[in-house]
């Protein structure tokens, strides 16, 4: 792949990415949901974190 369709491509995705996000907030908000995304996703990953640990919430964020 040349560099600049690799960053064509890389720009596409980064913007539906971002455009998915804005959707997601929207959502949220019309719904009374007073929370930021990160807020949301930490949220979500400790529901679906099996021991509730820092360590197992921060593999399902992808974080260290």
Do not use: C, P, Q, W
């Not at 997601?24 to 929370?35: A, F, N, P, Q, W």
């Amino acid at each position: 792949m040349t560099d600049n369709l690799h960053d064509v491509l890389n720009e596409l995705l980064v913007d539906i990415f971002n455009h998915i996000l804005l959707i997601e907030e929207r959502y949220h908000k019309s719904k009374g949901i007073k929370l930021s995304m990160s807020e949301i996703h930490t949220l979500e990953a400790v529901y679906k974190s099996d021991s509730k640990t820092m360590g197992d919430v921060a593999r399902h964020l992808h974080i260290t």
